[in-house]
């Protein structure tokens, strides 16, 4: 039975799952739409459909995995749900965080501006680096499934017996490998965003205060693309300290308010921002407007 405070929690983790949901939805619908339309896909375009879907799956999953661990955990332990609940896992996460990834990378390389050599080579070369970071997903997953049976295995293992503290060390180390490819896409995103902001700061400073309407317009939207990209390092780390609790409540299997709480914190990337990527994105926004107008129309 769970708590007032946990069941508050939950709630508010369950309903930022189903706005994720939503819309991740709204973004595929529109991307797969102007893509039958178009014929026409541009790399960007490719990356946020397939982010949008992989968003949805990793919601469902995670939300899957939650409520079965809250209410029906000694069943869920014990049964083959949770490693194929956890084999999946190892498909899904990976490809979210490399399509996070992969825009972060893309936006970097479309909008900063640095002389050093190794990125203008980079910058001329889009195509290798997709191949690349394909390459790098495809060696993450082959890697990563040894090192999630074993750890499938060693979780099994310490809901079924009392384990000397060696055992659980040996189980974070586990856990620690299996979730190295992860930590890897996550730096990088983390690094592209970070010199994408240097980026623009350096050219909004240079810029003249007092010219012209444009470039007053060309200051608004470097600082607008600066605070979504801050605004998605924030959510970002979020949701990487949300699955660090989450592994954590591994060895504290009792606390189920920690639990739910990062279960809470995961679910807050996914949700909020596919809000800031329908808000921000031109396309995607002028179809929000066109679903909210005529949404107002019904209701008259």
């Known amino acids: 039975m769970l708590s007032a405070m946990e069941g508050i929690l939950l709630f508010v983790a369950t309903t930022e799952a189903v706005m994720g949901v939503l819309g991740s939805s709204f973004i595929a619908l529109v ?8 014929k026409k896909l541009s790399k960007i375009d490719f990356i946020l459909t397939g982010l949008a879907f992989s968003r949805i799956f990793t919601i469902w999953l995670i939300t899957l995995d939650a409520y ?8 869920f332990m014990t049964s083959d749900l949770s490693k194929c609940i956890y084999y999946i896992w190892v498909i899904i996460i990976y490809l979210n965080i490399w399509l996070a990834t992969s825009l972060s990378i893309f936006y970097l390389l479309k909008i900063a501006n640095f002389s ?6 980079l910058k001329r070369r889009t195509d290798k680096v997709f191949a690349f970071l394909t390459g790098c997903l495809i060696i993450m997953w082959l890697t990563s499934f040894p090192l999630a049976a074993k750890m499938i295995k060693d979780v099994k293992m310490s809901n079924s017996s009392w384990l000397i503290h060696l055992e659980k060390i040996e189980l974070l180390i586990s856990c620690v490998f299996a979730n190295m490819g992860v930590m890897s896409l996550f730096v990088m995103a983390l690094t592209a965003c970070f010199l994408s902001i240097i980026s623009l700061w350096r050219h909004t400073r240079r810029m003249p205060s007092h010219d012209s309407r ?4 060309n200051r608004e939207a470097h600082v607008k693309a600066m605070k979504v990209l801050i605004s998605f390092i924030i959510l970002f780390i979020l949701y990487f300290m949300g699955f660090l609790i989450e592994a954590l409540c591994l060895f504290l299997t009792e606390n189920k308010l920690l639990f739910i709480f990062g279960f809470a914190m995961a679910s807050m990337y996914p949700c909020c921002h596919s809000f800031i990527l329908s808000l921000t994105n031109s396309q995607l926004k002028q179809a929000l407007m066109r679903v909210l107008k005529r949404l107002k129309c019904c209701e008259t």
């Open 116 to 121: 050093h050599s190794i990125f203008l080579w």
């Open 68 to 75: 079965s661990k809250i209410l029906f955990q000694n069943i």
């Open 31 to 38: 991307n797969c739409t102007d893509w039958i339309r178009s």
């Open 214 to 217: 444009f470039l007053d317009l």
